[in-house]
């Protein structure tokens, strides 16, 4: 070969390998997130538009970088915006879902629905490919006795042991009565006792730190028992939700902990321009 071929030839090479280590450092880019998980959120934030145009909506989000949703009942949350998606089947849903990008594994029922229609919800989910069916609350008395808690954590195990027999796991978000106290106790730490571990997996809403609820505390109190989260940023100073990254939130702490929690997956829940700004952050966290 002679020398000028060479010398070009051996350019060449090193010009593709540049543009092939800048080609792998931009996929790592795109893909670096915490845990190693797609980037979540949760739809109830965006129902309204849901409601008036649920393909537009899940452009939306795919467009700001979110890989995976989880729903809402169509029942449950009728009222809320989801009611329109009722006249889909699951799998027409997941169908849909699919063609326009995200991914779907996980959806919240209200518990009425479950005590009321479970094995109709749980042939829905599973058309619809989930995984998980999460509760956003055992919806019990603000000031319960300790044997309202303890039936409603009997009702939810057995509402947990029809849908693990359909290969499904039920999990309990924390709101309202959750965060209730019972005989001077947490009543969210009491159901941690009451509820099957093999049954019930827990999903943290992070923003309860504005009630004193540390994530990280409780992922490191309760190793293995947690599922998913429901991301925020919280700013202690202003006491308002602000994107994920702003704020007084240590988030390496609190996706380390996650790893001890067993969370598998998370979802950013926020308005959508708090949700959109909080991508980036994301993106480039690494724990």
Known sequence: MPETSRREFFKRVATNAAAAELLSAGALELTANPLGMPLGCQTYPVRRM?????????????????????????????RAGFGDLAKYKGAELKKMLGD?????????????ELREDLPARIEWAKDLGLTQMMVPSLGGPRNPTMDDVKRAAD???KIAAQTARAGMQQGLHNEGFELSTVDGKRTYDVLFDLLDPKLVKFQFQ???????????????KYPGRFISMHVQGWSAKTRKIVAVGQGTLDWKKIFTAAKTGGIKNYFVEMDLE??????PYLRSLQV
Not at 66 to 77: A, H, I, K, M, R
Not at 100 to 112: A, E, M, Q
């Open 50 to 78: 849901i409601a008036k145009d649920f393909p537009g909506t899940i452009k939306k989000l795919t467009g700001a970088g979110f890989q995976t949703v989880e729903l809402c009942s169509p029942w449950g949350y009728a």
């Open 100 to 112: 326009l990008g995200v991914t779907c594994i996980s959806s919240h029922f209200d518990i009425k």
């Open 155 to 157: 009702e939810y195990n």
């Open 206 to 220: 992070v923003s309860t730190i504005s009630d004193g609820y540390d994530a990280a505390d409780y992922f490191n």
């Open 274 to 279: 708090l949700m959109r700004e909080s991508v």
